[in-house]
Structure formats: C-alpha cells, structure tokens
C-alpha cells in the first residue's frame, strides 16, 4: 500500500477484555515499531521487529502486552486483561532498515484505544 | 537511560516571524537526531535528519543545527505560515541503535 496501515481507527473496551490492533507496514520494510502516545506526551517505544523477529521489546510495560509479525510484513499487537491505563494512541511505524541505521519511521494514523 | 527534553511546551508566532524550537538531550552523543511534525490525530511525519558531524542542515524554509557540546538541537521555520502550525518532536535514537526515542514535542502556532 501506499502508506502504514492500523486498523481498527478507534477501539474502545471494557475494562479487563483482551485486544488486538493490527498494523500494515510499507511492502517491503523490514523493520517494524509499535509505539504509544499518551495525551500532551510523545511516541512512547514498545517494540521493534527486524523481520520476523522481536529485535528488541524492552518497552513493552508488562506481560500483558505482546506482539506478533509472522511473516515478516502485517504485526498484531495484542493487550490482555485491558486496563484503563491502557488507553492512549497506539502507533505503528514501518522503515526499510532499523532506525538506528538512520533510516526515518514512516508512522501510520494510529489506533485510538479507550478502555472504560 | 538517554532523556530528550523539548523546553517549551507552546510556541505561539505571528505569520512572517522565524520560530525557533529547542530539543536538549542528556546521558549520551547519538549518532545523529531527527525531527517530526505530527498533526492532530495524525502520526508523526520526517522533516529532517542531521548527523553528529553536520553542524547545520537546511530543507526549503527549515534549518536544523546539532551542537555535539551543548548536547543540543535548535530547529527553525522562517517566513512561518498559519500552514506550520502543529507539533514537532525531535527523536534520537537508543543507545542499542534499535528504535527512536521521542521528546514530549512543542506544539506551534502561527497566527494570520
């Protein structure tokens, strides 16, 4: 596609119910990011794929939080036992080598996820 | 742990004038510092990327300076344009050079 991908737009849950959040990174970027952005705050790092593979998933808050990229394009987020702390605007941002290569992030729109 | 600080939260400028933001970073000389826009319920979007070794970077109506001393980046906008408001954040990368850590951003804007 042109551009990074999220869906759903919006998301919003109970509090305690488990959610996926889907991310289509540019074909043929191999590196993938999740991040989270808080209100007032910047992009917050979660984890980084080069591939298929977790590169490094330091920012991940707990064990509630996991991601996947199976076959080393579309990832899925995913967050059990939401809680309100949870909400906040999750971003995905693909680029064609590991930011840390200088390569720039090119970010999709973001999942807004409320959880109530 | 590397910390970016982006001093002013607000900028407000006239249409016309130079706005000038500041992003100071601690703990670390990274290799080299982007900068971003981000639009309301929009994800961030690249401006420009300067190097530890290039003092000052310039694209249209943006310049970026990198000063490795000061541990400090200065990124301004002339001839502003209400077109400019938004918020822009500066992001470093960690010192495992896997991801961009980001400032907390200066939000700008430019009046007619």
């Known amino acids: 596609g042109a551009g990074v991908s999220q869906t759903p737009s919006n998301k919003v849950t109970e509090k305690g119910k488990y959610v996926e959040l889907r991310c289509d990174p540019i074909?043929?970027?191999?590196?993938l990011y999740w991040y989270r952005q808080s209100l007032g705050q910047g992009p917050e790092f979660l984890i980084y794929?080069?591939?298929?593979?977790?590169?490094?998933d330091s920012g991940l808050p707990n064990d509630r939080f996991f991601a996947v990229r199976p076959e080393g394009s579309v990832s899925t987020l995913k967050i059990q036992r939401t809680e309100r702390g949870d909400s906040a605007v999750y971003l995905c941002?693909?680029?064609?080598?590991?930011?840390?290569?200088?390569?720039?992030?090119?970010f999709g729109q973001g999942t807004r996820l409320t959880v109530v | 742990s590397q910390k970016i600080e982006q001093n002013s939260e607000a900028l407000n400028i006239q249409e016309g004038k130079t706005a000038t933001l500041t992003c100071n970073y601690t703990n670390y000389s990274p290799a080299y510092l982007q900068w971003y826009r981000q639009d309301p319920g929009r994800g961030p979007v690249f401006l420009l990327l300067i190097r530890e070794n290039e003092k000052e970077k310039r694209k249209e109506r943006l310049k970026v300076t990198f000063d490795t001393t000061l541990k400090q980046s200065l990124f301004h906008i002339t001839a502003s344009q209400p077109a400019d408001s938004a918020t822009y954040l500066c992001?470093?990368?960690?010192?495992?050079?896997?991801?961009?850590?980001f400032g907390k951003g200066t939000t700008l804007s430019v009046s007619s």
């Open positions: 992001a470093l990368p960690n010192q495992a050079g896997t991801a961009l850590i």
């Open positions: 941002a693909s680029s064609p080598r590991s930011t840390g290569t200088e390569s720039e992030a090119f």
């Open positions: 794929f080069q591939g298929t593979g977790a590169a490094d």
């Open positions: 074909s043929g970027h191999t590196a």
